[in-house]
């Protein structure tokens, strides 16, 4: 990292803000309290800009943009919180709800679920839109870890853990559209894995129950990510 | 000024929001001063009166049978109420939804049944080919997710209605809770 | 290769063919080879061996005449165009080279169709052996890259093509110059060109035309393209589905680099170039440059978020320049007749041509190149001939499932981009379906949203899902199952998408929805009220009970 940093200043939802010049409008809200809802995005994993949760309002420009990966600019006014993001934002989770078979009060992870938090934070009470119901499948071949497509919101979190962290590259996304899904190898099982280091990296990134230990009843499954800026700090260090 | 009417419903779930309901213990007795409980599974009215004020809906719409009742229910009442998740989100009832109802069928009358295995044609009211929430079928007018919602915020929720406000309920309740 | 050896080949190549006196050109673009124009080919070879003029008279296979509704097509040296053409036709034919016409094959060439076109990117369809670089080089071919590499600076090129006022044809319309220019200035020792041959419109098959007709029209351009921006390496990106135009490329690139106008130092100067092709394995979503790239790189093809732009960090993260088939046709001309040349054809913001693939309710269908500005009435009544068996204009369908219908007022509007986004719609990749009153406007936004649905890549949630709800209304609607409710879910939809989604397919996907809604309310209003499809196109409501 060069010694000297340049420092941008702009404003977040009114407030005076200073980031350094590679950051993002995601990470200087971070730092300074201010919330942006996101679910594909993890600090310390890079980012795809795919949930579009964080789209975020920036005067003078007429299209909404992912905070997780737009930089800060100097003098940017950046509008979190619109009721029109909010809008969008509780229609795309909305849409989330009714792809799989979300059921809150059977999960894993109930009450522990970057989801459905963020549901209630957005003062979701009901989904508006018609609910899907596919068939989806369990694969618990795998002696220690499950995964539940029926919760998987193809975040992409355990794909880029698994590459960038791990470098084991098992997980990856096959299908296109709706009939996505997230796969270990070629879509063999997971518990035949041959690339798969049974790290758990994967599960603990996992926003929902869609991954998960065994053994976990509802609610029972807490995810521990306290590894991952640990492990990018040990990472940076030592470039 | 006469007392407002409320009613609460059990559609397809597990009575649970029910339990809950009477969760609210000595705070019912505050209730049944400021309203009467005309029609309820808890209560003995075999019919659902035409004029009422506020209707707490609990389950899913699963069968015919909750569907011509929701129906009913909708055009008796002012204000009616999503009571929990499987009102809301068919949750639990609604996991069937991806197998279809044969597999339901054959599981229930069929698989584990020793004497006279079969799906029976009278006094239990057909599936609809999937469990829905109940927006889906009629316009709801509050929602209160929870499995089941808590004791608290159904009496607050009740409370609000019954003086004319809009109760929130977004950050006191969610799915699941 | 020299500028002189050039100059040898193309002498060379019309002193042969001068040779001939009479000749027969018979289109072997995909169109008439998929009514065995081949065999026609084959017969007249048979024929005039037979006749023993083999020494006088030519039989040469050609790119696409454009009336491929009467396909396959034969043209003759004395200036006859024969439709419809069978195998058993060629002793006529071949008897009309030095008599009256085949009467019942002529196909009248005075007609709007052929007499409102004007051939830039076309001009050498139809006429050239798409298989020969020498038939290209003798219609001037290449001689656009020399010029570039000899006489001009690659500021000197770059600026001819922006004063030509050439915008991408690939759909967005984004000025060439400009891009040229950004890439030329990003920093990077290593460049790329990329040329996005994955044209995946439902109905659209200009570049495709194109490619197998004059590939090294294509070449040529990208040569130029690399010259100007400082690239060395490029890929064509062409999709799988189109066999004939891999093939010719395939044999183009060969072709050119046996010449030297592939390979290092060409003409002698520094400029080295080589060209690769990548197959497309049928995304139509890896037609969006980051996908595409994503794609050649030998990822998964999905998009991801601009900026950083492909001009800045694209193929393996260096600059990128990205150009669509039909804007690379275009660069040769520019740069042998000069952008000024150029910008006299079109409107003051869309300037030169535009190839349409015109398809649908129409008299002719087929490929044309009209001047930007023409207005939809003389595409569709002039060129196009009408609507057939005396029904109803309804529709004209623009940019694909990005793009929107354009009803009965908008037929006096000039066919530009800013025209067509005013409009709802889009220019597009030059698509053109036209509808009439046959066609049910509920079931052709249905037809569209399933399309952008199943090509959705899954990325992204307001696209991944949000296709998936749109279409089931739209599909409700068509079995009258649909209530307001549904439409204003719908239109919910469509402002999501738009201002949400991460691409262009899933920004755009709403086009289709937005245009009929915007046009044709009454026929959604018809499905939902009335429970009826005025053109009778959608079916009856389901069974109640199951």
Known sequence: MSPVATVKTLKIDGRDVSGRQEETILDVARQNGIFIPRLCEMDGLSDVGACRLCLVEIKGQNKLLPACVTVVEEGMEVTTGSERLNNYRRMILELLFTERNHVCSVCVSNGHCEMQMLAQRLGITHVHFPYRYPKEEVDASHERFVIDHNRCILCTRCLRVCDEIEGAHTWDIMGRGIDAKVITDLNESWGTSETCTSCGKCVQVCPTGALFEKGRSVAEMMKRRQFLPYLTMMREENE | MSKKKIATVWLDGCSGCHMSFLDMDERLLALAGAADLVYSPLVDAKEFPPDVDVTLVEGAVSSEEDLRKINMIRERTKILVSLGDCAVTANVPGMRNPFGTKAVYDRAYRENVTFDPGVPDQVVPALLPTSRPVHEFVKVDIYIPGCPPSADNIYYAVTELLEGRTPDLTLKTRFGS | MTPEELDQIAEDERAEQGKYTERVNVCVAAGCLSCQSQSVKDALDQEVGS??????????????????????????????????????????????????????????????????????????????????????????????????????????????????GLRGRGGAGYPTGLKWSTVSKSVGAQKYVICNADEGDPGAFMDRSVLESDPHRVLEGMLIAGYAVGASE?????????????????????????????????????????????????????????????????????????????????????????????TYANIAPIIRNGGEWYAQVGTEKSKGTKVFALAGRVENTGLVEVPMGISLREMVFEIGGGIP????????????????????????????????????????????????????????AKYFMDFCMTESCGKCIPCRVGTFQMRRILEAIGNMTATEQDLKLLEELCELLKHTSLCGLGQSAPNPVLSTLRSFAEEYRAHIQEHKCPAGVCGQPAGETL
């Open chain 3, 51 to 164: 006749r023993g003029t083999k020494d006088r008279c030519q039989v040469k296979g050609v790119g696409c005449m454009g009336l491929c509704s009467e396909g396959p097509l034969v043209s003759t040296s004395n200036g006859i165009l024969y439709k419809k053409v069978e195998a058993a036709d060629s002793p006529a034919v071949l008897d009309s080279l030095a008599g009256e016409p085949v009467a019942r094959l002529v196909c009248p060439t005075d007609v709007p169709f052929f007499q409102r076109q004007k051939k830039i990117v076309l001009e050498n369809s139809g006429v050239i052996d798409p298989e020969r670089i020498e038939d290209y080089i003798a219609a001037n071919g290449y001689t656009a890259l020399i010029k570039a590499l000899t006489e001009m600076s690659q500021r000197e090129v770059i600026d001819e093509v922006t004063k030509s």
């Open chain 3, 234 to 326: 490029a890929y064509i990106y062409v999709r799988a589905e189109y066999p004939l135009a891999i093939k010719r490329l395939r044999n183009a690139i060969r072709q050119a680099e046996r010449v030297g106008l592939l390979g290092s130092n060409i003409c002698g100067t520094r400029f080295s170039f080589r060209v690769d092709l990548r197959l497309g394995a049928g995304a139509f979503v890896c037609g969006e440059e980051t996908a595409l790239i994503a794609s050649v790189e030998g990822k998964r093809g999905t998009p991801r978020p601009r900026p950083p732009y492909p001009a800045m960090e694209g193929l393996f993260g260096k600059p990128t320049l990205i150009n669509n088939v039909e």
């Open chain 3, 389 to 444: 068996e005396g029904r109803k204009f309804k529709a004209v369908q623009t940019g694909g499932p990005s793009g929107g219908c354009l009803p009965t007022d908008c037929l006096d509007m000039p066919v530009d981009y800013e025209s067509l986004a005013r409009a709802g719609s889009i220019m597009g990749s030059g698509g053109m379906i036209v509808m009439d009153e046959s066609s049910c406007m509920v079931d052709v």
